[in-house]
């Protein structure tokens, strides 16, 4: 499964890389940041719930807005 997590005040590589390595420490998560676009997109390899992902988020002091599943190539 895969969603898209809209992640506000990442502003720089730095932010990029912190979330990416927090998202990706969860078992079961490949996780990629876009900082032009303010998002995560991830890739779900297990059941994880959305309340852990968006917790590991507001944990590094990043605020997570919305997740939704991404379905098809444009969603």
């Known amino acids: 499964m895969k969603k898209v ?3 506000h005040n990442m502003h720089c ?4 890389a912190k979330v990416e390595n927090a998202l990706n ?6 996780a990629r940041v876009n900082i032009a676009k303010k998002e995560a997109s991830v890739t779900l390899a297990a059941d994880v719930p959305d309340e852990t992902l968006m917790q590991t988020i507001k944990k590094l002091g990043y605020e997570p807005v919305d997740i939704r599943e991404k379905k098809g190539l444009f969603s």
């Open 13 to 16: 590589d730095h932010c990029k």
């Open 5 to 7: 997590i809209t992640i």
């Open 25 to 30: 420490a969860i078992p079961g998560v490949n």
